[in-house]
């Protein structure tokens, strides 16, 4: 998974050369480098406002990112979070279009709120899990 991982996050173009195996732990505590970002929100059509709910910054902290070449270890964890429910979306929706016009659009299984929004949490983040996972073994979600 973590191939998915990195790559919804800009793969080679981000990261540069990767090994066989990238460790996330240690990119996050280092810091996600901000292209992972720019990549992750133009791949997700995310809007300034939405963003900064999502990941919970404030719009000077996300405005501050185009001057660094890496985020902080929080940010990059959530950012991280993000990246991890998009690239298992894919997987189970089998298209990066549908994953992202499902990941937008309101869940019944949220009471009316979209997946998206439900990432700004650890618990919202677990309930979309189980719904992709549900729905991958045919489960209505």
Known sequence: ????????????????KIPARIDLIKEIDRGLPTA???????????????ANA???????????????????????????RV??????????????QHAVAWLREPSVSLHGARPLDALATDAGTEQVVNILHQMEYGVYA
Do not use: C
């Open 36 to 50: 992972a970002y720019e990549t992750l929100a133009k791949a997700l059509h995310l809007k300034p406002e939405e």
């Open 54 to 80: 999502v990941l919970r910054v404030s719009p000077r902290t996300r405005s501050r990112w185009k001057q660094r070449q890496r985020l902080d270890a929080d940010s990059s964890d959530k950012l991280a």
């Open 1 to 16: 998974m973590w191939e998915a991982i990195v790559k919804v996050m800009g793969g080679r173009k981000v990261f540069g």
């Open 83 to 96: 990246a991890r429910i998009y690239a298992l979306a894919i997987d189970v929706l089998e298209n990066p």
